[in-house]
Each structure stands twice: as structure tokens, then as C-alpha cells.
């Protein structure tokens, strides 16, 4: 698969800029400009602070953006033909078919607590289809036929509401009564492989984890930052295959990039300390 470099430079700074301006379209006085569902009765029920209903709401929302977006800057978006598959909004160009953007919606919270971080997030699977780049098993073209994978992401603060107010109803003419479950929005743009940790993402699944340091995601300063993105792909089309002597001189699987550098035999300069940073209190 040829990629365009170009096309990729000037995509990856669009996309960037279109993250910057994002904030105001959904937020007013910093705050979630969504409060809630309405019913035919003009009732409206408050939103939950859950973040899956979060996350999938502030999709809604922001997907006319995104075809504004797509029309601007001469693609088609096409959004994943089946649920769970990568990636969320593939834009392919409408000048070269053979131009392709995968960008994947990325929603966490910060971590009150923990100065500085962030809940983290997944950045995609690296099973079959990250493995198999002419796969087309949960993707909707294969790997291969992108030039670029980038992360759209957006870093909110949650509102601490009580039970009472989550659950509470209320009419058209309350509507400026109803309180925010988020807030204080951070959007940022940065390609998947600057951003990721080298931990898996969520329990048992096979998904990439992000680094969780704000700062550094922003700045794209992941654990591969100064590897570059063919040694992210080794590693993770890899993770948990490689086998080393652990320090029981018993085998077990390779699960850390210090250790995949050792083992490949690669130059420590292309580890990144920084990004191992752990939140603390």
C-alpha cells in the first residue's frame, strides 16, 4: 500500500485544527451544552454520568462536524458498517479513492485525584485485522489500505452531581435549570501510534492502551514517541507472543517495551522514560 505523505501531513494538520475549534460547538461557559433526552410530552430526563452514554452522546453531537469536516477538505466520511468495528469514521478522498484516513472518537475524564491524568482509553485491537494487514475480519477496508490512523479524542472533567439530580425530570421552560454532568473539554488530534503505552487497554481484550499523562498526549509523547511506528507495530503485533527467561528463570511473555528493546536487541535511546510516568497523588 503506497502512502501519501503529503496527503497525510496535510490531513493529520486539518484534523488538528478541526480538534482545536471542536470546544466551542459543544460547550458554553466551558459546560456540556447537551442536559438531557426529551420525550413527545416535552419532558426531559437529565443524562447519566456513565461514560459509555457519555461517550456515544458526545458522538452524536459531534458527527455533523465531521461531515462539515469531510466536505471541506475534499473526502467522503464514512462511518463503520458494523458496531465494534474499526474504526469509527473512515474518510477517503474524493480526488483518489485510494486515500484513506482512519480516525477513531476517543472520550475519557480527568483524574481528579491524580493531578495532570487521565482515565486513558483504547486505541483499537491488535489482533487479527493489526496482524493481517490485508484482513478484513472487524475493519471496514483492510489496515493495509490506510495511510494513516489517527485519534480524535476529547478529555472532559466530570460534574459531581447527586443521584437525585441524574434521575430528576424536568420541563421546556426548566431547561436552563438542568446542570451539566461534564465539562471543562480538552480536544486534541494526534496519530494512534504517538499516544500509545505498551499495556493493553481493557482487561482480557485484545486492545491497545493508551498513556494516561494529559501533557503528553497532547504533545504526542507516547511510550513508542521515539521509536517510530514501525517499532509500534512490531511490538504490539507481537505483545504477548515474545517470550523471555523472567527472573524466576522461568519463561513467560514479553509485556513491557524495555523488556521488547532488550529482546530485539535494539538501541535503549529509542525508549521514551517519560511516558512511563504513573500517576501520582
Given amino acids: 500500500m503506497k502512502i501519501y505523505l503529503k496527503e497525510k501531513e496535510n490531513f493529520s494538520k486539518a484534523l488538528s485544527d478541526f480538534a482545536n475549534k471542536l470546544g466551542s460547538?459543544?460547550?458554553?461557559?466551558?459546560?456540556?451544552?447537551?442536559?438531557?433526552?426529551?420525550d413527545i410530552f416535552k419532558k426531559i430526563y437529565t443524562i447519566s454520568a456513565d461514560t459509555k452514554i457519555v461517550s456515544k452522546v458526545l458522538e452524536i453531537h459531534l458527527f455533523p462536524h465531521f461531515l462539515v469536516f469531510a466536505e471541506e477538505n475534499g473526502y467522503d466520511l464514512e462511518l463503520a458498517t458494523c458496531q465494534n468495528w474499526y474504526p469509527d469514521l473512515t474518510f477517503v478522498s474524493k480526488?483518489?479513492?485510494?486515500?484513506?484516513?482512519?480516525?477513531?472518537?476517543?472520550?475519557?475524564?480527568?483524574?481528579?485525584?491524580?493531578?495532570?491524568?487521565?482515565?486513558?482509553?483504547?486505541?483499537?485491537?491488535?489482533?487479527?485485522?493489526?496482524?493481517?494487514r490485508d484482513s478484513t475480519k472487524n475493519?471496514?477496508?483492510?489496515?493495509?489500505?490506510?495511510?494513516?490512523?489517527f485519534c480524535l479524542g476529547i478529555i472532559?472533567?466530570?460534574?459531581?452531581?447527586?443521584?437525585?439530580?441524574?434521575?430528576?425530570?424536568y420541563t421546556l421552560e426548566q431547561l436552563n435549570d438542568i446542570p451539566a454532568v461534564i465539562g471543562h473539554f480538552t480536544f486534541f488530534a494526534q496519530e494512534k501510534w504517538k499516544i500509545a503505552s505498551d499495556k493493553g487497554g481493557s482487561g482480557n481484550t485484545a486492545n491497545i492502551g493508551s498513556i494516561q499523562k494529559i501533557e503528553d498526549i497532547l504533545n504526542g509523547n507516547g511510550v513508542f514517541a521515539k521509536a517510530g511506528e514501525e517499532i509500534f507495530d512490531d511490538y504490539w503485533a507481537n505483545f504477548g507472543k515474545m517470550q523471555i527467561i523472567g527472573a524466576n528463570?522461568?519463561?513467560k511473555a514479553l509485556s513491557s517495551f524495555e523488556e521488547y528493546i532488550k529482546y530485539r536487541?535494539?538501541?535503549?535511546?529509542?525508549?521514551?522514560?517519560?511516558?512511563?510516568r504513573k500517576k501520582v497523588k
Fill in 156 to 169: 472532559y472533567s466530570r460534574n459531581m452531581l447527586d443521584k437525585y439530580e441524574e434521575l430528576k425530570k
Fill in 139 to 149: 475493519i471496514q477496508y483492510p489496515y493495509n489500505d490506510y495511510s494513516g490512523h
Fill in 265 to 276: 536487541g535494539l538501541s535503549s535511546e529509542i525508549n521514551n522514560p517519560k511516558a512511563y
Fill in 25 to 38: 460547538a459543544i460547550s458554553q461557559d466551558d459546560q456540556w451544552t447537551i442536559r438531557g433526552f426529551i
Fill in 95 to 132: 480526488s483518489n479513492k485510494n486515500i484513506k484516513f482512519a480516525v477513531d472518537l476517543k472520550t475519557t475524564y480527568r483524574l481528579e485525584e491524580y493531578e495532570g491524568f487521565c482515565n486513558g482509553f483504547t486505541l483499537g485491537s491488535h489482533g487479527e485485522y493489526f496482524i493481517n
Fill in 249 to 251: 528463570k522461568k519463561r
